[in-house]
C-alpha cells in the first residue's frame, strides 16, 4: 500500500470555506512534502515540512506534521475557486525514497 | 514554469510499438526522475538519475528504459507497448541527487496506446 494516503479523497467546498486534506504514512521520515495537481498537468510543488518540524506556513496555506501518529494535514484558508485541483502529499525517507499517496480531489465552488 | 520541459505532449500509438520520451531538467538541476500516472495506480516513481548514473528504481516494467545524457537531458523508452501503458508520463528534476528536496515537474506527455 502507499506510504502516504490522502483522506478525504474528495472535498467539495464553496468560495471562502477554508479546505482540510489529511495524509497518512506508515514509516519513518526524513520530510514530508504536498503537491499541486491542476487536471491533466504536472506537479507543482507546495510546501515541504521536514520531520524535525511540526507546523509550517506559506501564504493562505498552513501544514501540521504530529511524526507521532504519522500524519500531516494542509489547511487552505480563504479557499478560491482557482484553488480547485487535486493535491498529494509525498512522503521522503532518510535514504530518499519518496512516495506519493493517491491524492485528495478539491473542488472550490464559486 | 517549472523550467523543466517535456516532449511531446501527445503521443497515440498501437500496441506492440516502441517510444521514446525526452525531459530536460531545470537549469542546473542534475537529477532526473520519471514517474507513471494512470487512473487506476496513481503517480508511480519509475526510475532516477542523478549526472548521468542510475540513482534509484521504482516500479519500471523491464519492457521500459531510461537514460540520462551528458548535457543532463533524459529520455524514457517504452517498448512492446500495451493498452495498460497508456497514461501521462511525467518527468520531475531537483538540484541533489536525493528526494530530500523539491522535486519540479514537467507538464507530462500524454500517451494513448490503442
Given at each position: ?18 479546505a ?25 510543488h ?7 518540524e ?9 501544514v ?6 504519522k500524519s ?39 | ?35 507513471q ?10 526510475i ?12 519500471i ?11 543532463l537531458?533524459s ?21 541533489t ?18
Open positions: 500500500s502507499q506510504q502516504g494516503e490522502e483522506d478525504p479523497q474528495a472535498l467539495s467546498i464553496q468560495e471562502g470555506e477554508n482540510t486534506m489529511n495524509c497518512s504514512y506508515k514509516t519513518s521520515i526524513n520530510n514530508l512534502q504536498w503537491y499541486r495537481q491542476n487536471s491533466g498537468r504536472g506537479l507543482v507546495l510546501i515541504l515540512i521536514r520531520s524535525n511540526r507546523e509550517k506556513h506559506s501564504g493562505r496555506l498552513r501540521t506534521l504530529d511524526t507521532s501518529k500531516s494535514s494542509l489547511l487552505i484558508t480563504a479557499s478560491r475557486a482557482a484553488d480547485t485541483a487535486s493535491y498529494f502529499c509525498a512522503t521522503v525517507t532518510n535514504a530518499g525514497k519518496s512516495t506519493f499517496g493517491d491524492g485528495t480531489t478539491l473542488t472550490v465552488k464559486p | 514554469d517549472s523550467g523543466v520541459t517535456q516532449t511531446p505532449k501527445h503521443l497515440i500509438t498501437a500496441t506492440g510499438q516502441r517510444v521514446t520520451l525526452r525531459c530536460s531538467p531545470r537549469s542546473g538541476d542534475l537529477s532526473v526522475y520519471w514517474y500516472q494512470s487512473l487506476d495506480q496513481g503517480l508511480q516513481f519509475l532516477q538519475y542523478y549526472n548521468g548514473e542510475e540513482r534509484a528504481k521504482g516500479n516494467l523491464e519492457r521500459f528504459s531510461a537514460q540520462q545524457f551528458p548535457d537531458h529520455e524514457l523508452n517504452l517498448s512492446s507497448l500495451e493498452l495498460g501503458d497508456s497514461a501521462l508520463y511525467f518527468c520531475a528534476s531537483s538540484a541527487g536525493t528526494k530530500l528536496n523539491e522535486q519540479f515537474f514537467g507538464p507530462g506527455t500524454r500517451l494513448t496506446v490503442l
